[in-house]
């Protein structure tokens, strides 16, 4: 007589669950940008702007390897924000953080040595002689998610070290102290995001994280819901390519917004920041038809 086959203890309430948030490793995170940037400028119309943007990147992990360490978000404070269902990481503060000043001139200063166009070198020059008043006002401008076109240039500098610092802060987060905060809010430090992929982790496939703009966190979104108005009754889909789109808009028409979405589970090298640049002509598609550009990327100030 055969026995009686039992349940494997192991497989039991062994479904895969998906890990809500990822912080950023920072160092890694540029790393690869920089060579995501590279690799697209082979190949792009837009690839003077591309190469310079893998050597920001670049410039960006060294930071992250040779500053001074920040101070880790206290734990009482991960407490606190968990059980108000905000982001831990208070960005109000942040502009006039020493650590932030010092990051921005360290990177004034190897932004020197880059090769870059005449208007973004005069911009640089502006920024590295700019008093403390002037830099305030674009900390505040940047940790608002605000970039005026008429300043696109010296932003997208000051914003590069704005993400640095804040993607070393977010890395001391314990990703499992982070909670969701509302839709297209980022968990850590409460920033938009700048596109979303779909991709698949621990086993589960075809989730959607969105990354944040500004810190880098990736945070687990529904798959078919708008990020900026949070619908899910009037979502559509549009790319340049036809068939086997790997970036395509993500459009809402309750609130006329749309945001790149990423299908990293076709294609693993993809970049949220790298790869919303160079589809740019997603973005002159989208802008004939009115809709308005939703996700956040200084590096597309203007556009």
């Known amino acids: 007589m055969s ?9 039991i309430g062994g479904v895969p669950r998906a890990r809500f948030a990822f912080p950023p490793e920072p160092v890694k995170l540029f790393q ?45 404070t991960l407490r606190l924000a968990a059980a108000g269902g905000m982001p831990p990481i208070d960005r109000a503060p942040l502009a006039a953080d020493p650590l932030l000043a010092a990051t921005l001139t360290a990177l004034c200063d190897g ?14 020059e502006a920024l590295g002689a700019a008093g403390e008043d002037d830099r305030l006002w674009l900390f505040d401008n ?19 070290a704005v993400q640095v610092h804040l993607a070393r802060l977010a890395a001391t987060l314990d990703p ?54 949070g619908s899910t009754k009037a979502i559509s889909y549009r790319s340049v390519e036809t068939v ?5 808009a993500e459009v809402c028409s309750d609130c006329n917004h749309w945001v790149k979405i990423l299908r990293e589970e076709k294609n ?15 973005d002159a598609l ?14 597309l100030a203007g556009y």
């Open 3 to 11: 026995a009686t086959l039992q349940p494997d203890p192991s497989l």
């Open 142 to 160: 940047l940790l608002a998610d605000v970039i005026p076109e008429d300043s696109a240039a010296v932003h997208l500098f000051a914003g590069a």
């Open 176 to 229: 499992d102290a982070l909670v969701p905060v509302r839709t297209g809010v980022c968990p850590a430090c409460g920033g938009r995001p700048v596109t979303s992929s779909v991709t698949g982790t621990m086993g589960i496939e075809n989730l959607r994280y969105a990354t944040c703009s500004c810190c880098a966190t990736r945070w687990n979104e529904v798959r078919i819901k708008c990020l900026c108005c």
């Open 32 to 76: 690869t940008r920089a060579r995501r940037f590279a690799f697209l400028a082979e190949t792009s119309r837009l690839a003077p702007y591309l190469a310079f943007l893998g050597r920001l990147s670049m410039l960006q992990a060294r930071l992250c390897a040779t500053l001074p360490p920040v101070e880790p978000v206290a734990a009482d």
């Open 268 to 282: 693993p090298t993809l970049d949220p920041v790298a790869d919303d640049v160079g589809s740019l002509g997603l």
């Open 286 to 299: 989208m802008k004939e038809t009115g809709v308005v550009r939703g996700g956040v990327n200084l590096y």
């Open 111 to 124: 932004a020197g040595e880059i090769d870059m166009p005449e208007p973004a070198r005069l911009a640089l």
């Open 244 to 248: 086997d789109a790997t970036v395509k």
